[in-house]
């Protein structure tokens, strides 16, 4: 069982930046990808990003294109914790945010390869 805490959220003008944060407990951190996803009111839960070291010697990056060039994913391995700076916020990015742990067999970008899941934390930017 991986616990997921994410924070950072909060309220930001567009064209701001904001950085998420969700720590694991877990002592095989590198051994799941995580991902981040979102929801907006009325619309599915979408991918925003995802990052991926199972494969030795590398570290695997996806990007959603609504957020490919504002959106950066990273992770500290020795914190078990992943990142998500927002940068050039827009207002459809409004959302809350969940982080997600898994480890995925066919696709990173699918939220039904995840199997962990934290609460979710809200961004709202206003245009």
């Known amino acids: 069982q991986v616990q997921l805490v994410e924070s950072g959220g909060g309220l930001v003008q567009a064209g701001g930046s904001l950085r998420l944060s969700c720590a694991a407990s877990t002592r095989t951190f590198s051994s799941y990808a995580m991902g981040w996803f979102r929801q907006a009111p009325g619309k599915e839960r979408e991918f925003v990003a995802a990052t991926d070291d199972r494969w030795s010697g590398s570290t695997k990056l996806y990007y959603a294109d609504s957020v490919k060039g504002r959106f950066t994913i990273s992770s500290d391995n020795a914190k078990n914790t992943v990142y998500l700076q927002m940068n050039s916020l827009k207002a459809e990015d409004t959302a809350v945010y969940y982080c997600?742990?898994?480890?995925?067999?066919?696709?990173?970008?699918?939220?039904?390869?995840?199997?962990?899941w934290g609460q979710g934390t809200q961004v709202t930017v206003a245009s």
């Open positions: 997600a742990a898994g480890r995925p067999q066919s696709t990173d970008v699918a939220s039904s390869e995840y199997d962990y």
